[in-house]
């Protein structure tokens, strides 16, 4: 499949905003995901933007979508220790049979 | 029910033995999805179900069987496996063809396997 990119690592103090960035090549997506794994467990869906918004919050939440430059990011404000955890970025798009195409995740550590 | 149920959560088996790892949902959707996960690495697609009829392979070798005898299950049998097949296994199931109902994709748990 196309391919979904994004750091892999990100440490932030608790209190501090993150921020985890993430690319993506398949020009037909339409939905692009951010789902959060804690260790030995399975994927959470955070949030979801569709590819003709270019902003949506939620809660501590906000997503910017370029699709011009076909980036993603998620913020989180307020990082508290309870957010560390895998990120991934997913999009979805007819091209994959509507399968979900993840990036390799971002580890992100929150620290006290 | 919004919900992707899996079974067994825990799975451990000998290289010859042949298991099946299952997954229901009543949500009523068309499209059922297989999808592999070893540690700290992303879910890797293995096979798509759509109105049950197999639609892709990810190129996944012979000794998983994927088998979808109604609507609402998927099945993955396990014969012959390897001890680098040890991962997460994880059911996903969605409105096949609806992309704008993203509420319609939803994982299950998952199934722990280990191969010994």
């Known amino acids: 499949g196309e391919d979904v990119e994004q750091s892999l690592f990100l440490s932030v103090r608790e209190g501090d905003s993150s921020v985890i960035n993430c690319t993506y090549t398949?020009?037909?997506?339409?939905?692009l995901y951010w789902y959060k794994q804690e260790p030995g467990a399975g994927l959470q869906l955070l949030t979801y933007i569709f590819s003709n918004m270019d902003m949506k919050q939620d809660q501590r939440l906000t997503v910017l979508l370029n699709k011009k430059d076909k980036h993603l990011s998620l913020r989180i404000a307020d990082t508290q220790t309870g957010d560390s955890a895998i990120y991934f970025c997913?999009?979805?798009?007819?091209?994959?049979?509507?399968?979900?195409?993840f990036g390799k995740g971002t580890s992100l550590l929150v620290t006290p | 029910d919004t919900e992707v149920t899996q079974t067994p959560k825990h799975l451990v088996m000998g290289m010859t033995n042949k298991k099946s790892l299952k997954c229901e949902q009543h949500?009523?959707?068309?499209?059922m999805y297989w999808y592999k996960q070893k540690a700290k690495k992303p879910p890797e697609l293995m096979f798509v179900y759509s109105y049950e009829k197999l639609s892709i392979n990810e190129s996944v070798p012979s000794r998983f069987s994927p088998e979808c005898p109604n609507s609402s299950l998927l099945n993955l049998h396990l014969h012959a496996l390897q001890p680098e097949d040890s991962a997460l296994y994880l059911c996903a199931s969605s409105q096949e063809g609806h992309v704008l109902e993203v509420y319609g994709y939803t994982f299950g748990s998952g199934t722990r396997l280990t191969v010994v």
């Open positions: 398949d020009s037909s997506s339409t939905y």
């Open positions: 949500m009523g959707h068309r499209a």
């Open positions: 997913a999009e979805r798009s007819s091209n994959s049979g509507y399968a979900l195409n």
